[in-house]
């Protein structure tokens, strides 16, 4: 299988516990991409990385959440203190961005529950 | 800040019925990308137009991009219940950043 791959599928922790997310994206894709996603919304813009550089973060995204793509081939989401609010999937995507081509390929997900 | 906007967000139908889902902005985009996702699971690509006025079918579907690169629609023909989902629309701007649509949640009652 050479799709985008996510670790854990699910995952369950108490409200301030720190969690990390790992995603491994198509080997020749350039662009990683995070999402979060609540029930029937569309996906949420995270952060994103070209190579391994870092290029955008949201503004919505607060300091508790950290993200590296240390050699630019898979990331880590991190989530410090972990609060309610931050149960949702969290998406990673990939994609071979180039004149014309910007298509996305997501993983499945990680389902986050903060009891 | 480009905004997507889908219509209608919940559609639920009878199969063999027809849609059309609607996906509109006030701003241009290089090119428009569809997904179906699936609860639990993360958006598949469905098409991709970049043509103004652009019309592409994948067998019952029918994907077209306006003249003016600013909206799309997808219309199903015969709809299955596999054809049940969340459909979403993602604009690609000039940087390649994707902006999103809130996505429209089809049922096709057999």
Known sequence: DTGVSQNPRHKITKRGQNVTFRCDPISEHNRLYWYRQTLGQGPEFLT??????????????????????????FSTLEIQRTEQGDSAMYLCASSLVSPGRTEAFFGQGTRLTVV | TQLLEQSPQFL????????????????????????RQEPGEGPVLLVTVVTGGEVKKL??????????RKDSSLHITAAQPGDTGLYLCAGAESNYQLIWGAGTKLIIKP
């Open chain 2, 12 to 35: 639920s139908i009878q199969e063999g019925e027809n849609l059309t889902v609607y996906c509109n902005s006030s701003s241009v985009f290089s090119s428009l990308q569809w997904y």
């Open chain 1, 48 to 73: 994103y990385f070209q190579n391994e550089a870092q290029l955008e973060k949201s503004r919505l995204l607060s300091d508790r959440f950290s993200a590296e793509r240390p050699k630019g081939s």
């Open chain 2, 59 to 68: 067998k019952r579907l029918t994907f077209q991009f306006g003249d003016a």
